[in-house]
């Protein structure tokens, strides 16, 4: 699956795409679209730093 590396972060710190969605500003259908290709190293490290950032606004520190 493309972009498994994303998927996985969100699942183990429980963040919804739809969260990252809205850090991004678009919507969750756009994200999901966004995910069926492989993204740029730059695009991945900028969602995973918004995963981190929602997990840690809710105290979930799952590493």
């Known amino acids: 699956m493309l972009n498994s590396d994303i998927r996985a972060r969100a699942k183990s710190k429980r963040v919804y795409l739809w969260e990252i969605a809205n850090k991004l ?36 520190h799952n590493d």
Do not use: C, P, Y
């Open 25 to 60: 500003g678009v919507s969750e259908m756009t994200l999901t679209r966004r995910l069926r290709r492989e993204l740029s190293e730059d695009e991945k490290q900028r969602i995973f730093s918004f995963i981190d950032e929602i997990a840690k606004e809710r105290g979930l």
